[in-house]
């Protein structure tokens, strides 16, 4: 049983009412505010349109994003702004501004010249120019259709005027 399965039978269910459910249901205190906001996002889920299931302990969203970018979607943002919480818990280490400092706070050595370079037990192979790859047109992969053939009882087309016959021209 759950908050949806409440809110399913009567929309107009008590705050109250949730809280006693939820302590029941899960041996756990419930603050007003979350029973409240619990209630809210189960009537847009059970009666509205276009409504995301957030579950901000478990780090998922039914959107999809939160789980694919590992940065918060806009359906946490927009529950971090009405609860007044920080989204700073929810967006990982590695994007914050210390992890970025302690990155490149060790020394980089340079890469010294081929000369320097110790002999490896293998052949070291290069391309050989004869294997390049010519350059050429790039082949067209469409069908051919019945436009892409000319009927042999019209006349031929001259290209450069679209004019039925050339020899027809006349020179000026």
Known sequence: MSISHLVANDPEIPVSNIIQEVQVLYQT?????????????????????????????????????????????????????????????YVPEIYFRQTYIKTYQANFHLVLSENFWRDVPFNLTFYHPNMKKERSRKQEKRFQGEMDYRNPDFPPRCVLLLQITCDKMVKM
């Open 29 to 89: 205190g419930c603050t007003y505010k979350r029973a409240w906001y619990a209630r809210k996002f189960a009537i847009e889920r059970v009666f509205g349109n276009n409504v995301y299931t957030l579950r901000l302990n478990n780090k998922f969203c039914s959107c999809g994003k939160w789980q694919t970018y590992t940065l918060p979607c806009s359906h946490v943002l927009a529950v971090c702004r009405e609860n007044g919480s920080r989204t700073d818990a």
